[in-house]
């Protein structure tokens, strides 16, 4: 069946138990799955042919709630021309509602709390002036929860809120009938404040302080949760908005300065010394350093020139560039990197489904027990204000906020370090895979090694020189493509500082190597058997020394019917291999060597990373068995790959982590994505996965801890419904900031 997807924004939750009320709506609908996030506020929802979206927000309405479609991005504003308000005039956001409404309920609930627990403030009459102070704080500031437990009830639901809202109203319409109708009301009235549900006159008790606290405290709660809840998340805001504004296009051989989403492939664009680069493009004329650490975390500028691949968001920091863009939106590497944290941040581990299957049965079940403690302390005591108590505090205690917000608020902070380090977590399923993995398969070429051939050695004849051997072999390669041939020219360009010479009357010959005129002088370059051919006698220490180079390629050069010397060419291991593969190791996994080459170059690279175990010659296809094979023994298996040879192979393994200097294939079947092209990364990752499944962990046994532990503590009376409010609010901030503690991941 085809299906489509969507992604929805769904309003009015504050609890996991709505969000999981809402998911459970969602899926009921034929052939549609959903996921709801609490901490996003968003919904991911896959839907069949014949069910339009304004189906599945009209179920999130009847359900309560509200939704829609996150609208398009805004296009950049003309810097000639900006629009929008003025700083300070756009609308408030929730944030800044809840500190309004926290503010000043703290303000007028302080001397209510203050009076109920300081005997020598309780002045005769006292009592009502707690009453005007507490009332605005109980129907004004606890307005939100009353609001949605309303909601709520018209929906046959029950949520947090309504546990919040029952035990505030249920405190303060006790008080109102102990002072309207009991005796708490005459003048000189005193009580004092007890930690717990003591035996008193219910007549003449009354809960005010309790009214009043349990909301500041909940509201306080709510207003660092969103503020916690937004610090989680700037990660990725921050990763969104970092690319250019507006750009400089050429037209007509004129700069035009537009806005950057109206550039479209083929357009040809100037970037200046430290501006950013707009979008994916090649470098068409200029040559500068360009600082690719806002994207990939690497601190060393890379060097571009015409024909070199850019990224949009980079800083170019030297030379002035003129850029042609081939990628532009949502096809940019930025744009892709950010849509893979933010899938990442939307979906759900297992232990948070968990979580919320639970959520979701707590609220009624928590009901039944605050139902349950006050007929118990009515039939065991009689006392009719102990048995209130005890009941709200229940209510009160057991608010499964904490369980809702541990798994996704570690995720969402998890990912959005995760890209600022260069590492994309593709989803949630991903942390769990790696507490399991004990080997590591690495693929050879572009991953372990730099995937670029260059020049390793340079042997000179006894009666040759080496400069006149690099010069010349390099001069008569720069006519070839092969690339041993430009591993060569590279290197003789660099090392001599100079304009290689000129090449005449070059000839290829098919598997043997190039030949051609430099200066006047015949020379030959390529395999031993080249030069035989042209009659040419190859010294037998270049022989000796081109064997002893196993692993490497050997070009052998002439001059004019003599020898000058070898080269030897090889596929450079990357200068971070062998560090990365002891990180590893640190980790507990067994590193594997893989790779298509021969078995002599398989196991000088792993002998130089330090790698035991080699497997050579292996054909693409047969990479995936080759991890299937691994897997039958028993072992789970990351793999990190580069090449689309490697997309089978990154599929089958538990844990497949990709290269993003690699191509598009192999980034798409990888779990994780690694910016940089190095294998440091590789550890950096795993680690950052274990990192952010043992903080949700964490949160998930303070969050159940927490319940378990307070819940008898208030049936049995030993807790004030005060207390309670402020215990449950100050879980969910724990939870909160424990998660925030993985942004000084490093």
Same mark, same amino acid.
């Given at each position: ?106 303000? &007028? ?421 080249? &030069? ?8 037998g220490e270049l022989l000796r020394t081109a064997a002893g180079d196993s692993g490497r390629t050997a070009v052998f050069a002439a ?29 507990? &996994? ?66 497949? &982590? ?89």
């Amino acid at each position: 069946m085809e299906t489509s997807e969507v992604e929805l924004t769904i309003g009015g939750m504050t609890c996991a138990s709505c969000a999981a009320r809402v998911e459970k709506k969602l899926n009921r609908m034929d052939g549609v799955t959903a996921t709801v996030n609490y901490a996003t506020e968003k919904a991911r929802v896959s839907y069949p042919a014949g069910t339009e979206v304004a189906d599945l927000i009209a179920t999130v309405v009847k359900t309560g709630y509200t939704a829609e479609e996150p609208p398009p991005p805004a296009p950049a504003p003309d810097p000639a021309h900006p629009a929008g308000p003025e700083p300070g005039t756009g609308p408030a956001t929730e944030q800044d509602v809840l500190r309004r409404r926290l503010v000043v309920s703290a303000l &007028l609930a302080a001397p209510v709390v203050l009076m109920a627990m300081i005997g020598p403030l309780q002045f005769d009459n006292w009592q009502w002036l707690s009453l005007t102070l507490a009332a605005p704080v109980v129907v004004w500031g606890a307005l939100p929860f009353h609001r949605a437990a309303w909601t709520n009830l018209r929906h046959g639901a029950a949520t947090m809120d309504t546990l919040v809202s029952t035990g505030t109203l249920a405190a303060f319409g006790w008080s109102l009938w102990a002072l309207f109708f009991g005796t708490a009301g005459m003048p000189g009235m005193r009580h004092g404040f007890d930690l717990t549900a003591g035996r008193t006159d219910g007549a003449s008790v009354i809960y005010l302080e309790v009214a009043a606290g349990v909301t500041v405290f909940i509201l306080l709660g709510r207003y660092l949760e969103a503020r916690s809840k937004r610090q989680a998340g700037a990660a990725l805001r921050a990763l969104m908005d970092m690319g250019a504004k507006d750009v400089a296009v050429l037209r007509d051989g004129a700069e035009v300065r537009v806005p950057v989403d109206r550039l479209a492939v083929g357009d040809r664009f100037v970037v200046r010394p430290g501006e950013k680069i707009a979008t994916d493009g090649l470098v068409v004329e200029g040559a500068s350093a360009v600082d690719v650490s806002m994207l990939s975390g690497e601190s060393v500028p890379v060097d571009v020139w015409p024909g070199e691949p850019v990224t949009g968001a980079t800083l170019n920091t030297a030379g002035r560039l003129v850029v042609e863009a081939t990628s532009v939106g949502a096809d940019t590497r930025l744009a892709r990197m950010a849509k893979l944290v933010e899938d990442a941040q939307n979906g759900k581990a297992q232990v948070q489904r968990l979580a919320d299957r639970i959520s979701a049965v707590f609220v009624p079940v928590v009901l039944l027990i605050a139902a349950a403690t006050l007929g118990a302390w009515l039939g065991a005591t009689g006392d009719t204000a102990a048995a209130f108590t005890a009941a709200v505090a229940v209510l009160i205690i057991a608010c499964p906020c904490a369980l809702g917000l541990a798994t996704p608020t570690a995720l969402m902070v998890g990912t959005g370090r995760g890209a600022q380090l260069g590492i994309l977590i593709k989803g949630p399923e991903v942390l769990e895979s790696t507490r399991k993995v004990d080997t590591v398969v690495l693929d050879k070429t572009g991953t372990v090694t730099t995937g670029r051939m260059t020049l390793q050695g340079v042997h000179p004849a006894e009666t040759a020189d080496a400069t006149d051997l690099l010069r010349l072999a390099g001069a008569l390669e720069q006519a070839s493509e092969h690339p041993v041939a430009r591993a060569v020219t590279e290197r003789a360009a660099e090392r001599l500082r100079d304009r290689l010479p000129a090449v005449e009357d070059f000839v290829n010959v098919p598997g043997l190597g190039v030949r051609g005129v430099v200066e006047g002088h015949e020379v030959l370059a390529g395999r031993a058997r080249l &030069l035989e051919e042209a009659g040419v006698e190859v010294p037998g220490e270049l022989l000796r020394t081109a064997a002893g180079d196993s692993g490497r390629t050997a070009v052998f050069a002439a001059r004019d019917g003599k020898a000058l010397g070898v080269l030897t060419v090889a596929d450079a291991v990357k200068d971070t291999s062998a560090e990365a593969v002891r990180e590893l190791r640190a980790l507990g &996994l067994t590193p594997v060597l893989l790779t298509g080459d021969a078995r002599a170059v398989a196991e000088k690279v792993a002998a130089e990373v330090g790698v035991e175990e080699v497997y050579a010659e292996v054909m693409p296809e047969e990479k995936v068995r080759l991890v299937e094979r691994l897997q039958a023994q028993g072992r789970t298996v990351a793999m990190v790959g580069d090449g689309v040879n490697d997309a089978a192979a990154l599929a089958t393994a538990d844990l497949g &982590l990709a290269m993003g200097t690699g191509t598009d294939v192999a980034i798409e079947a990888g779990d994780l994505t690694l910016v940089r092209g190095d294998l440091r990364v590789a550890a950096d990752a795993i680690r950052l996965a274990r990192r952010t499944l043992a903080t949700i962990k964490g949160n998930l046994y303070w969050a159940f801890g927490y319940n378990v532990a307070a819940l008898p503590l208030a049936a049995s009376g030993l807790l004030n419904p005060m207390i309670a409010g402020f215990a449950m609010a100050f879980s969910s901030v724990f939870v909160v900031f424990n998660s925030l503690r993985l942004r000084s991941f490093s």
